[in-house]
């Protein structure tokens, strides 16, 4: 199977926000002990309409990553190199959806002259930024190559 990453569409909203929930509440959720609160907090915002904003906001890119035509990851990111969000279907973990999606945040970037990426992790994904070389700090940041 072959991951293919490309822009997101807002027609797309329903489908990555049923992949957010799923992969918030699925794979971060046991990290914080299923707190029905700090999963409830967590998912608020991640609604269609939130979603299609985030889509068309000229300081963000939106991006999806698909097998099969279905969408198994998301990412959202800033142009001066700050990853908002990045996620995988629970079944998609450890399957390299993860990093298809950063590697083509990084290729990106690079092309726009971004010299360095910032990522706040959860503790979930804070084993997946640190393989990818990223650099565990106060404020985080991991320095793009070329």
């Known amino acids: 199977m072959h991951t293919i990453i490309q822009p997101s ?3 797309q909203a329903k489908e990555i926000a049923i992949l957010l929930q799923k992969s918030i509440t699925e794979l971060c959720g046991p990290d914080y002990d299923n707190n029905k609160t ?3 907090d967590w998912l608020e915002n991640k609604t269609e309409a939130n979603i299609v904003k985030w889509i068309k906001n000229n300081d963000t890119y939106a991006i ?3 097998l099969e035509n279905k969408i198994v990851g998301f990412g959202l990111f800033t142009i001066n190199g700050k990853i908002l ?3 995988v279907l629970p079944k998609f973990k450890g399957k390299y959806i993860g990093k298809s999606l ?3 945040i990084e290729k990106l970037l690079l092309h726009k002259g971004v010299k360095r990426v910032i990522a706040y992790s959860t503790i ?3 084993p997946f ?3 990818i070389g990223f650099k565990q700090f106060k404020n985080p ?3 793009l190559h070329k």
């Open 9 to 11: 569409n807002p027609k």
């Open 38 to 40: 700090i999963v409830s």
């Open 64 to 66: 999806s990553a698909f």
């Open 85 to 87: 969000l990045l996620y």
């Open 102 to 104: 950063y590697l083509y």
């Open 124 to 126: 979930t994904a804070k």
């Open 129 to 131: 930024y640190l393989k």
């Open 141 to 143: 940041m991991r320095p």
